[in-house]
């Protein structure tokens, strides 16, 4: 397998990366499976047999991964937003089901694409990553083995360790592997398949629930990877790639997930902020974005926002009752209160990965779950502040990274951080974790090229090299 980026050093002191697509050296297998999905479900879903199709995607990907390790960075997020699409939780739809077996089903396929991913990459190379990241899954180890020696469900605590062991495992695997005009080509082919199988569900059921919110994180998914799509695609002017975002944003549309729309219109002028030369169009861009973000945040302002829209006729129709209040934003506030007290009680491991959350909620009474919605209340009371710092400095070491020519990744880990983590822990979670892990990889590889071929720009001025993964620079 080769891959390969043009880089050219200029007459001065800027260092010019272009970036070239590899010639796609799976064209056979992306089409069979492309056509098997088109073929196989709906006869699968006529006829019981999605899981199985679910395996059997996650099979097929895992062959492509350890055919291409290039393929890698891709195939395991893509399978997450597949098999949500593909196998719905029976608990998605309100007060109807408590049901989660399918995200046993998710979760095992993921496991084989990843660890094919890691086998064929080499497990040293996949956690060569930078000692803040090997410290969080220290630490997070650390959370996980207090909860289980204290009385946590070993289900639970398995569960929660799985999602930031993604977490840093597909930072590895971005970092070791990872082309952005890779996952931004998978993305739009298959991601946009997903949602318009997606738009079939919907409209499938729609008869029976008409417009409705449901429960899940496919709204996040389709949401990181439509701000991908439409900030490269207005860099590039490519008009396809912007309506294959905004086909992606239909799902989270859709279903009413309104922290994900937020994380979109807010990751927008964040992306044009890291372009701006000026300080001032900076500025004015940070304050536009943090007053998208803020209904995200705020549930005074979430609810104010939502009263006017029920004013408008055909919208207040539309909206279903459970979307139409901030109730969720109370919640999410009231658990950041209660994570607190969880560290003053327990503050170096918070009560541990796996452990149970208690508060009180104002509108529901006392409660008690292992899952915290509120991301930082999440970090809080199941890593206490070991955890927390560990996290902070692994965000540290991501942002040194942003910069405009990823404009996109950029911004979709700055809005993941800053709007969408009030909300739900995406950062932790095992069916988003991968996205983030595979987004913070792929930008801290740019970083990494760009600094080793800077090496070279003072010495070897108006010559043109080719870097080819495992061969080292050749003349262009």
Not at 22 to 45: E, N, Y
Not at 151 to 176: D, P, T
Not at 219 to 232: E, F, K, R, Y
């Amino acid at each position: 397998m080769v891959w390969s980026n043009s880089l050219t050093m200029s007459t001065g002191n800027s260092l010019i990366i272009t970036e070239h697509p590899r010639a796609d050296s799976l064209g056979f297998w992306r089409l069979a499976l492309t056509l098997g999905m088109v073929l196989f479900v709906p006869i699968a879903a006529l006829a019981g047999g999605m899981p199985l199709l679910v395996m059997a995607l996650a099979l097929g990907l895992a062959v492509c991964v350890w055919r291409d390790p290039a393929e890698a960075p891709g195939a395991g997020m893509l399978f997450l937003f597949a098999a949500q699409i593909l196998l719905p939780s029976s608990a998605r739809i309100y007060s109807e089901s408590t049901d989660i077996s399918q995200m046993y089903i998710w979760a095992v396929g993921l496991l084989i694409i990843t660890l094919a991913a890691i086998i064929r990459i080499g497990p040293h190379r996949v956690f060569d990553i930078p000692l803040s990241a090997q410290t969080f899954l220290v630490v997070a180890l650390g959370s996980a083995i207090y909860a289980a020696t204290h009385g946590a469900e070993i289900s639970y605590v398995l569960r929660q360790f799985y999602g930031i062991l993604l977490l840093i495992a597909y930072l590895g695997i971005g970092l070791r592997e990872g082309n952005e005009e890779l996952v931004l080509s998978r993305s739009r082919f298959f991601g946009v398949f997903c949602a318009l199988c997606f738009i079939v569900y919907y409209l499938a059921i729609f008869g029976e629930y008409g417009f409705h919110k449901e429960m899940g994180t496919s709204g996040a998914q389709a949401s990181v990877l439509a701000i991908l799509l439409v900030i490269a695609g207005i860099r590039a002017r490519k008009m396809g790639w912007v309506w294959s975002g905004l086909i992606l944003l239909s799902v989270p549309a859709l279903l009413f997930q309104r922290r994900d729309l937020v994380a979109f219109l807010a990751a927008l002028p964040i992306a044009y902020a890291f372009q701006s030369k000026t300080w001032k169009m900076r500025l004015a861009l940070g304050l536009l974005a943090t007053l998208l973000a803020l209904p995200g945040i705020f549930p005074q302002i979430a609810q104010s926002v939502g009263d006017q829209l029920n004013e408008v006729p055909i919208i207040s129709e539309m909206i279903p009752s459970s979307a139409q209040d901030s109730s969720s934003l109370y919640e999410r506030a009231v658990q950041v209160q209660f994570a607190l007290e969880a560290v003053v009680n327990h503050p170096w491991l918070g009560e541990g990965l796996g452990s149970t959350f208690q508060w009180d909620s104002p509108i529901q009474g006392s409660l008690e779950g292992g899952y915290v919605d509120n991301g930082w209340a999440y970090l809080f009371q199941k890593m206490g502040l070991l955890g927390a710092g560990a996290f902070l400095w692994f965000l540290i070491t991501i942002f040194k990274a942003f910069s405009c020519e990823s404009a996109g990744l950029t911004a979709c880990l700055l809005s993941a951080a800053l709007v969408t983590m009030f909300s739900e822990p995406i950062f932790f979670h095992f069916t988003t974790a991968p996205f983030i892990g595979t987004f913070a990889g792929v930008l801290l590889a740019r970083k990494d090229r760009v600094r080793k071929i800077g090496g070279f720009s003072d010495g070897n001025r108006s010559r043109n090299f080719t870097y080819r993964k495992g061969r080292g620079f050749a003349h262009g």
